[in-house]
């Protein structure tokens, strides 16, 4: 294409062969972090500001520059861009289709993507952060499936290996002892197209099975143990396999890090409180936190 327009995020490029202006806003960025909320993703790069660069990012951190599109928010911190996603594949994978397009034409080099996320546990203490190994679907297939031009097509949905041990890396400190009052472990995700049926709740609209007649508390338990057992699934949330697949297909390095607000084997609702939300919510900002300061500042 000659020209461009990111639509959902409204940046024009009129000359792709020479984006002289998104080269100086963006050029420089390293990392992507990728989050749910708008309000999530202004608060982690004033974290950023705060923690990495200690106050002195010179950038102004809290202007949305995605704004004119209404639909996604963006925030650049030194060479971080914190962007929101939305909940599910579909809407995610609007933003990190034009975000992939953006680094690209802004020739930032090698830059990585983070997706820093909530999720529901299976069988960790809630507030655990999971740093995945590989994206699993409701079928229990790690694979990310989407139909194109009227045809199936299933690609691979596993994260980078590099980017997943630097990140674990960042959760113990040079001495070998725990960084952090909360654990960081590995395993694999399941990204679901339903918060409520799909992740086998009991508190949805609808509890029904294929069969027609509703699910009960012992199928959804059976089905949650198969997830743990066979898969190694640690956590549940709706984004992993189409987040691993569209950036292993694009040839841009990714993690997905979220931290757990409930161990699904113990109940549905999702009832933390409001200062319980924020403490679980900011355990992935610092081992991201940490992690930038540890192996891309340093470097
Ligand atoms: C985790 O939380 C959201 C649903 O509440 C969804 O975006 C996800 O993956
Ligand atoms: N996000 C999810 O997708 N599932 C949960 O259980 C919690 C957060």
Do not use: W
């Amino acid at each position: 294409m000659t020209s461009d327009f990111l639509y959902h995020l409204a940046v024009n490029i009129p000359d792709t062969k020479n984006p002289t202006d998104i080269k100086n806003q963006f050029g420089h960025i390293k990392v992507v972090c990728l989050g749910g909320k708008d309000a999530r993703m202004r608060e982690l790069a004033k974290y950023i500001h705060e923690n990495v660069y200690n106050g002195k990012s010179g950038s102004k951190y809290e202007k949305d520059i995605f704004e004119d599109g209404h639909r996604y928010a963006g925030f650049i911190v030194g060479s971080v861009l914190c962007v929101s996603h939305g909940v599910g594949s579909s809407t995610m994978s609007v933003v990190l289709h034009e975000l992939i397009k953006l680094v690209r034409y802004a020739k930032c080099v090698d830059p990585l993507f983070i997706r820093i996320g909530t999720s529901g546990g299976l069988g960790v203490k809630p507030g655990t952060v999971v740093v995945s190994r590989k994206g699993y679907n409701g079928l229990l297939c790690s694979e990310y499936e989407i139909a194109i031009l009227g045809e199936r097509v299933s690609r691979p949905a596993y994260f980078d290996e590099r980017l997943r041990k630097d990140l674990l890396d960042a959760a113990t400190s040079p001495d070998g002892g725990e960084e952090n009052a909360f654990s960081v472990i590995e395993g694999n995700t399941m990204g679901t197209d339903c918060f409520y049926e799909g992740q086998g709740r009991l508190d949805g609209a609808s509890c029904m099975k294929a069969n027609g007649e509703p699910y009960t508390k012992a199928d959804k338990l059976n089905f949650l143990k198969r997830c743990h057992d066979e898969c190694g699934i640690r956590n549940i949330e709706m984004e992993a396999p189409m987040f691993a697949a569209l950036t292993l297909h694009c040839g841009i390095r990714a993690a997905d890090v979220c931290v757990t607000l409930l161990n699904r084997l113990e109940g549905d609702q999702v009832n933390s409180t409001k200062a319980q939300l924020k403490d679980f919510e900011e355990r992935p900002f610092r081992l991201v936190a940490r992690f930038i300061k540890r192996h891309i500042l340093s470097s």
